[in-house]
């Protein structure tokens, strides 16, 4: 059943005066603890924002850099990111894919192998939809918002694409297991998870890194994008020397370990899909930053993540690019200095570095000043939107930001998207955003259009002019903004005028 406009309006007024009506704190307004929840989320909500307000800042803050086990999503979201969920652990997934490809292969018949090589494509094509849908559901509900911005941000960092080789089997995984466990944690650990992900190891060519056989991919951008950063004081010759340490780790082909000589028989470590084949290490000793790597297997890698992690480098390369991501701007140097020290006195606590960046007076006065890029951009105008009514098909969502340029998976190079604004704010951007923020705000868009064949199509309409609208957005609105609101035509138009807004899209 379509909603009315003015049964729109009755709710949203309603909805308004409670979440004005005495839950909010001494401290900040409405419209500053709006701005605060837009920058750490992917976008305020009705539910959200009422929740900071009768929680306080700080409590707010507190439980939502709290490490632990991610928050249970929503009834309606958990029972579709569970049926989603694959069975088995991914060496079984990947071993009963491979074996369905080996079989396909095998079909003497023209014609009917073709077929079942289709339906091994299909296959992994759908593994790969699953997991792109499940992701995009965590992040438009899950509760613990600023873990599910974070898992985002060191995704992007540590880049892989669903476009080389088998990654397509890998990426979900690769987020579930590697990144989103150690959003908030240590820097240092989330650095290792990745670097035993065979969606690294593979995206990066170090699978094939082995003595006599170097090969210098992941270990340059391993400095060049994930810790020290270009600048960060290393040569060639560490590049050169970091793979030589990085030799024999790579994936696990076969259930039963290597075979290698005997002396060399503690020195394998396998652990899932990961493997350290020492037959295939560098045992030689290497001098790395400056620092002597004695040759003795596996334990070269850690020693490697150690002095790589606590780099001053390392420190000041990865305060930036949060602030950068979390300010969406450039942060002053000083503010760098500041989050640096913090990330070397905490060992690379993540929460800590940004709990002393929620609280930095640059962060405050940056607020509701920076660009969305697409995916905050079309994350926040669903969430805005529909609230905690749970969408059912997130095609839309990912064709939108794929359109954008910004497709979920979809970075083909090691060094993500990019996070200033200048990469997403040029006419041809804004020329397509308008046209999404047409489709979100005219009706559902096929979002509560279940993806099945036979999927019916739940009625829906954007509620934008809601409690949040009224209680604290509308204020942040300038004159030509609410001037263009007023001379909108139907609910439609105001929705696009709405998204289309500049304040909306900062």
């Known amino acids: 059943m379509a909603v009315s406009r003015w049964g729109s309006v009755c709710r949203a007024v309603a909805l308004g005066s409670l979440l004005l009506s005495g839950a909010a704190p001494v401290g900040a307004s409405p419209a500053a603890d709006l701005r605060l929840l837009d920058a750490l989320t992917w976008g305020a909500t009705p539910t959200s924002f009422a929740a900071l307000r009768a929680q306080g800042r700080e409590a707010w803050l507190a439980a939502q850099l709290r490490q632990g086990a991610p928050a249970p999503l929503p009834p309606a979201a958990e029972a579709q990111v569970e049926a989603m969920r694959p069975q088995g652990d991914l060496s079984e997934r990947i071993a ?21 090589l289709a339906a091994h494509q299909e296959a992994v094509s759908e593994v790969y939809r699953r997991s792109v849908a499940a992701t995009l ?23 892989v694409h669903q476009g080389k080789a088998n990654l397509r089997l890998l990426v979900g995984d690769y987020v579930d297991t590697a990144i989103r466990p150690h959003a908030l944690g240590r820097f240092r650990d989330l650095l290792a998870a990745t670097l035993e992900h065979p969606a690294m190891l593979r995206y990066l060519d ?35 020397e970091l793979a030589r340490i990085l030799t024999g780790a790579g994936i696990a082909t076969r259930p039963e370990p290597p075979a290698v000589k005997p002396v060399l028989a503690g020195d394998v470590v396998h652990k899932g ?19 002597v790597v004695r040759g003795r297997g596996f334990a070269e890698i850690g020693q490697a993540l150690d002095i790589l992690s606590r780099h001053p480098a390392t420190a000041r390369n990865v305060s930036r690019g949060i602030a950068i991501y979390l300010m969406g701007r450039p942060p002053p140097d000083a503010l760098v200095e500041r989050l640096a020290a913090v990330f070397a006195r905490t060992d690379g606590a993540i929460a800590a570095i940004l709990d002393a960046l929620v609280h930095d007076p640059d962060f405050t006065a940056a607020l509701g000043t920076g660009f969305k890029d697409p995916m ?30 910004e497709g979920l998976f979809n970075r083909s190079t090691p060094d993500g998207y990019p996070l200033d604004a200048a990469a997403w704010n040029g006419p041809g951007q804004l020329t397509a955003r308008f046209e999404v923020a047409r489709q979100i705000g005219a009706g559902p868009a096929g979002l509560f259009k279940a993806p099945t064949p036979d999927g019916g199509e739940e009625p829906a309409f954007p509620l934008l002019q809601n409690g949040l609208y009224f209680g604290a957005l509308a204020e942040t609105l300038a004159g030509p903004t ?24 900062q």
């Open 96 to 116: 009963a894919l491979d074996a369905q490809a080996r079989a396909a292969n095998a079909v003497p018949d023209l014609d009917a192998r073709r077929a079942a």
């Open 137 to 159: 559901l965590r992040a438009l509900y899950a509760p613990d918002q600023v873990r599910e911005r974070m898992t985002w941000f060191w995704f992007n960092r540590f880049n």
């Open 206 to 240: 170090n699978a094939e890194n082995a003595a006599n056989r170097i090969n210098e991919n992941y270990a340059r951008e391993l400095m060049e994008l994930h810790t020290l950063g270009v600048g960060g004081g290393y040569a060639q010759r560490d590049v050169e």
């Open 273 to 291: 899909l990961f493997l350290f084949n020492p037959a295939r290490h560098d045992y030689g000793d290497k001098v790395f930053l400056g620092q």
């Open 376 to 405: 905050r951009y079309v994350l926040s105008a669903v969430r805005l939107a529909y609230d905690d009514r749970v969408i059912l098909n997130t095609g839309p969502v990912q064709n939108w930001l794929n359109r954008l340029g």
């Open 482 to 505: 609410r001037a263009a609101l007023a001379r909108a035509v139907s609910p439609q138009d105001w929705n696009t005028l709405f998204l289309s807004s500049p304040e909306f899209m």
